[in-house]
């Protein structure tokens, strides 16, 4: 699906395309009926151009935003980006890699090898502050030294509560459902709070080097049958876990972090565990709208830059297929709920969809823009090169979706670039945990 933006731009090159065909004639020009065409007895005398065959130039305004971050000009310069990129570039750039280790060098080398648009760093690759710094700043000059003017993306799981893989280096924030209990309890005040957090998560994250952060979560639990999610949703009640959502989003928005709102389309009806198997959603596509698409329909509306499709086979969209790697899911979150950003998958080495041939390919196909930690980055990158090469994934499809990312990071540059991380970053986010915790506790 192309975007507003390419949809205007299609316009302007018609619009140059129709007048450069339409100059001076020293013929009778005779037509029926139709708008824009002179009369049958009309003459355009020589050196004239009929004033009805002028059509004005559409134009589209650089400085524009989109409705999910980039401005329509940094839009284009990511399309003139891709355009010029190799098969095996294109395939990096829509790679966030999955590695071992805790050797600064080690991501490094995969993205200089394999022109990886970033990688994800798990609590496994973590040590200290220092030896963090050390991966970031390494992984960033890799894709500075592959001659790309755009930062790397550089993510981690820092939701808060039990999902915190930077635990005793960034600022411990309770887990998100606290969020949900702050607004719950304070209304507009709890919101604040809410935005305060995300916000000051999102600068520390920068200071340690991120651009991303894998959060909020926008599922909505269904309580003690819901073994995955828990405490990491905002709420039970969709009203609450949107508001919260949609507060998060634009806390790290402000912050110059990438956010990533996930499970979509909800992973807290699942009474399965999609880490290790693939969770069947029977719910009727009504009750999707009135519970679990409610959060991610706030958070398009706060301009969510990116949203993580989770692994699930959702019978109302796509019976059988993960949804991961189901059309049907991609188009919904296009069409139904308006989402334009960067549609990023969860993790392709989880157990819902482990052993699926041609996994990351499928996912592109589908409609995905970014693929999250294959189980083997270098096989999986080989193999998308090899399907970008051969046509299995057609070039506006790659492009698309790398332009996408692309023109993501160029809007994490700028907005980085305009809101400088503070030098007590640290003591204003624990000043923001503790007010978090005030709001959830003053709930009624």
Known sequence: MRRPGALAAAALSLGLLVSGCSGTTDETTTAGSGSGTPSADATVEPGEQSQE?????????????????????????????????????????????????????????????????GVCVTGDNVVDEAQVRA?????????????????????????????????????????????????????????????EAAYTTGLELRDLGFTWV???VADVTIGAADPTIGSRSPSSDPRLAAKATAAAVDGFDRSGTVSTTKHYPGHGGATADSHLT??????????LEKRDLMPFRAATKAGAPSVMIGHLDVEALAPGTPSSIAPEVYEHLREEVGFEGVAITDSLGMGAVAGIPDLAVKA?????????????????????????????????????AAARVVALQLWQARVAQEKQVPDDVSARAAEAAQALEVAAYAAP
Request: glycine share 10%.
């Open 278 to 287: 693939l969770p069947a959603l029977d719910t009727p596509v009504e009750e």
């Open 53 to 117: 065959l002028e059509q004005p130039e559409e134009t589209v305004d650089p400085d524009q935003a989109t409705s999910w971050g980039p401005t329509e000009g940094e839009l284009a310069e990511a399309r003139d980006v891709v355009a010029q990129m190799s098969p095996e570039e294109l395939a990096g750039q829509v790679i966030v890699g999955r590695y071992a280790g805790t050797d600064p060098a080690e991501p490094a080398q995969l993205v200089s090898d394999l022109h990886l648009s």
């Open 364 to 400: 592109l196909v589908a409609g995905a823009d970014l693929l999250l930690m294959p189980a083997d980055t270098r096989r999986t990158h080989a193999r998308v090169t090899k399907a970008i090469s051969g046509g299995e994934v057609a070039p506006e499809r790659i492009e698309e």
């Open 214 to 216: 894998y959060a909020p």
């Open 135 to 195: 991966t970031t700043a390494a992984v960033s000059q890799a894709v500075a030294d592959s001659g790309r003017d755009f930062p790397a993306v550089i993510g981690v799981d820092q939701e808060g509560g039990t999902v915190s893989h930077l635990r005793g280096i960034a600022t411990e924030f309770p887990a998100f459902r606290t969020a949900g209990e702050a607004v719950d309890g304070n209304g507009r005040s709890g919101k604040v709070a809410v935005r």
